[in-house]
């Protein structure tokens, strides 16, 4: 395996990221000129998120049956495309049109990665490779926000998806000219769709991959309603600037980044219960973060602090959760992943839309909200095989 290939994967993996963060702070410029209300925009953030959970469904089953480079080349030519329908929109509608078409392109670039690293490693070995690989799509959180807000002060909130349109043709070009073919023809699924349609049900009823899932998408579920909440309670309840909302949210990545490193050396020394550590030290962080919503105590730095720790802790569940949902699936690692990202990024937009609709002038909805997927994570993790 080339040393560069895990930057390129995860280069590729950030199409995701970035083009959910990057517009969070053009969120009131969007809605101020497409005429929505406070809180219409989030339909955006869910047409994203459903347009990811159908697309890994389609991605994913074509990587198993065609192997890996060509359906990620032609979905991030879809994600190009539709990136420059996003910029060219005139109202919401055909902005979360777009949206969606953009998230079943760019749902190869989330989907196949991960069964890439299934093709080339397992167990703490894939652990490794998907922490690396997280790295570098984790500097898409710390850096689109900011960038995000740079973009929509200099030029406004069009030019982010024009640049979105541009890393996804950076994207497409790379996976052309230098991603190799991880899955020789040899080990491909010859098989009807309808056949490979039905491996969704059997890798969905075995019990690892089950409690796995569960536990990743609920925790996404909370991160994402920290996402889809986050501006309405920084820029209009506190009166911050979209510039440095982008810093402040960058600034509360930086530790999932740096926990996402730390993960293979704390598999090495606490094993399984890494994920399980991480989520009780999350819900503590959330129950603070829930005080200081319902009673005004610490002002902004009593919701800011505990939500960085919250998102901090989600970077030792995600590339766990991940691992051990695929763990015993190597034959059908891209429907494996695709039902994975299906089921997160289904309950991510679940959260977004949650959120928007019940959004008003303080942060208890986005608290409670987080509260609840927490809650979850720790009940699948209950139901995790213990081998």
Do not use: K
């Amino acid at each position: 395996m080339p040393r560069w290939l895990p930057l390129l994967l995860g280069f590729l993996t950030a199409v995701g990221p970035l083009s959910t963060d990057m517009y969070l702070p053009a969120f009131p410029a969007i809605e101020a000129e497409l005429g929505q209300r406070w809180g219409g925009v989030q339909a955006t953030l869910s047409a994203w998120f459903l347009g990811l959970a159908f697309g890994q469904l389609v991605q994913g089953t074509l990587a198993d049956r065609l192997g890996r480079r060509r359906p990620l080349i032609i979905g991030t030519a879809v994600y190009t495309l539709a990136s420059i329908g996003c910029a060219l929109a005139s109202d919401m509608l055909a902005l979360s049109l777009f949206r969606c078409i953009a998230a079943f392109g760019g749902a190869a670039s989330a989907v196949i990665p991960r069964a890439m690293v299934r093709d080339l490693a397992t167990g703490l070995d894939a652990a490794r490779l998907m922490s690396r690989l997280m790295l570098v799509m984790g500097a898409a959180p710390i850096l689109a926000p900011t960038l995000g807000g740079l973009l929509l002060e200099a030029a406004g909130w069009r030019a982010i998806f024009w640049v979105s349109a541009f890393y996804g043709l950076a994207s497409c070009l790379l996976a052309w000219v230098l991603l190799p073919e991880t899955l020789p023809p040899e080990r491909r699924l010859r098989r009807s769709p309808l056949a490979l349609v039905g491996d969704f049900g059997r890798i969905g009823v075995e019990r690892g991959f089950l409690a796995n899932a569960l536990m990743g998408g609920a925790t996404m579920f909370m991160v994402f309603v920290f996402i889809g909440g986050a501006p309405e309670v920084y820029i209009a309840q506190f009166g911050i600037a979209p510039a440095e909302f982008g810093l402040l949210f960058a600034a509360s990545a930086t530790g999932f980044i740096g926990l996402t490193q730390l993960n293979p050396w704390l598999l090495q020394r606490i094993g399984a219960q890494v994920p399980r550590l991480a989520l009780r030290v999350c819900l503590g962080a959330v129950l603070l973060l829930t005080l200081s919503a319902f009673t005004g105590w610490g002002g902004f730095l009593g919701l800011y602090l505990p939500a960085c720790l919250a998102l901090a802790c989600s970077g030792l569940v995600f590339p766990n959760s991940a691992v051990g949902a695929l763990a015993r699936h190597g034959v059908r690692a891209g429907s494996a992943s695709a039902l994975l990202g299906t089921l997160q990024f289904g309950l991510a937009a679940l959260g977004a839309a949650l959120v928007g609709a019940l959004t008003e002038e303080t942060a208890q909805p986005m608290a409670l909200l987080m509260l609840a997927g927490v809650a979850g994570a720790l009940v699948a993790d209950g139901l995790r095989p213990t081998r």
